[in-house]
């Protein structure tokens, strides 16, 4: 069955900037509408960003305005641009195919100097 794959994440100073990226893990699927959701430690997984089949995007209060959602159709990506990151924006971020109804594996993002 087909998942997300995320890539991208790592270690980042409060301020700074990264981008992650989500694949299908089959070559022969297409990304639709695609969602961005991230678990901190002891926390609950919770939806931060999502992009429908066209460039409509939406956002969670916490990240609106420092994160991104984009996509690029012809490469069958998904991106989440994150800027001005904090310490409260560490967690593992997945990508979720609503489509599919399946997770990635995540990836982990952490912010601290």
């Known amino acids: 069955q087909v998942q997300p794959v995320e890539s991208g994440g790592g270690l980042v100073q409060p301020g700074g900037s990264l981008r992650l990226s989500c694949a299908p893990s089959?070559?022969?699927?297409?990304?639709?509408?695609a969602a961005w959701y991230r678990q901190a430690p002891g926390k609950q997984r919770g939806w931060i960003a999502g992009i429908t089949t066209g460039t409509m995007t939406n956002y969670a209060d916490s990240v609106k305005g420092r994160f991104t959602v984009s996509r690029d159709n012809a490469k069958n990506m998904v991106y989440l641009q994150m800027n001005s990151l904090r310490p409260e924006d560490t967690a593992v971020y997945f990508c979720?195919?609503?489509?599919?109804?399946?997770w990635g594996q995540g990836t982990q993002v952490t912010v601290s100097s």
């Open positions: 979720f195919f609503p489509s599919t109804n399946t």
């Open positions: 089959g070559s022969s699927f297409s990304i639709g509408a």
